[in-house]
């Protein structure tokens, strides 16, 4: 499958961002689906994950109740609702997905950068 993540920008703190994957080459529905992001000098961090029917959303406490992880698998597109954004939010931000039965993510997007200005 071939991801290709687009959506990112310049925002002020306390503002919004919508990101979106939008997937190809593959049946996008047999896949979950997360959202990573990366910071300057910083490892790679999990943001937030969908089970293959969007039944089942993970965050980590950084971004629970600020950001909401969502998908249309009839568009083959997943989305990153990113609300109440932090100068901390800052990094780029990667879509990856995992085929059903894989304990990891197989495959990744390019990356779009997201700057949360203070």
């Known amino acids: 499958v071939q991801l290709q993540a687009s959506g990112g920008g310049l925002v002020q703190a306390g503002g919004s961002l919508r990101l979106s994957c939008a997937a190809s080459g593959s049946i996008f529905s047999s896949f979950n689906m997360g959202w990573f992001r990366q910071a300057p000098g910083k490892e790679r961090e999990f943001v937030a994950a969908i089970s293959r029917s969007g039944g089942s959303t993970y965050y980590p406490d950084s971004v629970k109740g600020r950001f909401t992880i969502s998908r249309d698998n009839a568009k083959n597109t997943v989305y990153l609702q990113m609300n109440s954004l932090k100068p901390e939010d800052t990094a780029v931000y990667y879509c990856?997905?995992?085929?059903?039965?894989?304990?990891?993510?197989?495959?990744w997007g390019q990356g779009t950068l997201v700057t949360v200005s203070s």
């Open positions: 990856a997905a995992s085929p059903a039965g894989s304990a990891g993510y197989d495959y």
